[in-house]
């Protein structure tokens, strides 16, 4: 388990966080806790507001870990 959330929040080098990718798992378990919350409350799933929700968060996140990537430590060959 430690290996696999070292690979998701790391960068290229498997050493330095990419703070990123650390601050997008709040984003996404609110966006994904707001709908089981209104699940469990027995409301109606607003499913139009959730796709456009996960689609602008995945948008965001791929942005940000795009425009970040040069500023991560590379890989020695």
């Given amino acids: 388990m430690k290996t696999f959330l ?3 929040f790391s960068g290229a080098d498997g050493k330095t966080w990419a ?14 806790g707001l709908p089981l919350g209104a699940l469990i409350a ?4 607003p499913w139009a ?22 500023t ?3 890989v020695d060959p």
Avoid: D, W
């Fill in 6 to 8: 070292t690979t998701l």
């Fill in 19 to 32: 703070i990123g990718r650390v601050f997008a798992l709040p984003t996404l378990l609110s966006g994904l």
């Fill in 42 to 45: 027995g409301q109606p799933m």
């Fill in 49 to 70: 507001e959730l796709g456009i929700y996960f689609a602008s968060v995945c948008g965001g996140v791929s942005a940000l870990i795009g425009l970040t990537n040069h």
């Fill in 72 to 74: 991560e430590p590379k």
